[in-house]
C-alpha cells in the first residue's frame, strides 16, 4: 500500500466469482453473484457502494440494475464517469469526483473517488458497467480497474 490505495485481492475474488457464476445461465443471475461478491469483500476496503448500470434501451442514459448497499440515481446521462467508460469502452479511475465538474453525477456527495469497467461482449459491444466508489480520494488505481476486469470476465460478464 506505498501509495496510498489498498491491495485488494482480485484473484481470489475472480476464482471466488468464476466457480459461483459457472452454473448461472443468465447476466441477472452473474450480476447478482458479483455485486455480493465484490460487496463482501471490498466494503471494508474503502469501497462504500458499487452496481451496475446498463445502457437504456433508447441509448441515451444508463440504468441501475444491482448495487449494494442501497440505491443510487437511475437513469442517469452518458455525461458523466459510467457513460464516459461506455462510450470509450475502457476502464475510468477518478482520483477526486468533484474535480470533474459538470462531467460528474453526485447521487452521494459524500463519494470522493470512482473506478468504473465497462462490460464487453465478444463482438465489441458495451451492454453496461460497474461502478464502485469510495469516501476516500484516491482510493483506487489501474491495478483495480485491471482486478475488476479479471473480476467481470471470470463472471462470463465480459470479454477480454
Known amino acids: 500500500m506505498s501509495d ?36 463482501e469483500r471490498l466494503s471494508g476496503e474503502n469501497v462504500d457502494w458499487l452496481g451496475f448500470y446498463e445502457i437504456a434501451p433508447g441509448r441515451d442514459s444508463m440504468l441501475l440494475v444491482c448495487c449494494e448497499p442501497g440505491p443510487a440515481c437511475s437513469p442517469i446521462g452518458l455525461h458523466g ?18 474535480a470533474l465538474g459538470e462531467a460528474h453525477i453526485d447521487c ?22 460497474l461502478d464502485l466508489d469510495s469516501r476516500s480520494r484516491g482510493a ?6 485491471d482486478g475488476l476486469r479479471r473480476v467481470l470476465e471470470a463472471a462470463g460478464l465480459s470479454s477480454p
Open 4 to 39: 496510498g490505495v489498498p491491495r485488494r485481492d482480485y484473484a481470489g475474488l475472480a476464482a471466488s466469482v468464476g466457480r459461483e457464476a459457472a452454473s448461472l445461465s443468465n447476466r441477472e443471475e452473474r450480476i447478482r453473484v458479483v455485486v455480493r461478491q465484490l460487496w
Open 81 to 98: 464517469v459510467c457513460g464516459r467508460a461506455w462510450l470509450e469502452r475502457r476502464p475510468q479511475v477518478v482520483e477526486d469526483v468533484h
Open 108 to 129: 452521494d456527495p459524500a463519494n470522493l473517488s470512482e473506478v468504473v469497467v465497462p462490460c464487453m461482449e465478444v463482438s465489441g459491444r458495451c451492454w453496461g458497467v
Open 140 to 145: 483506487f488505481s489501474g491495478v483495480d480497474a
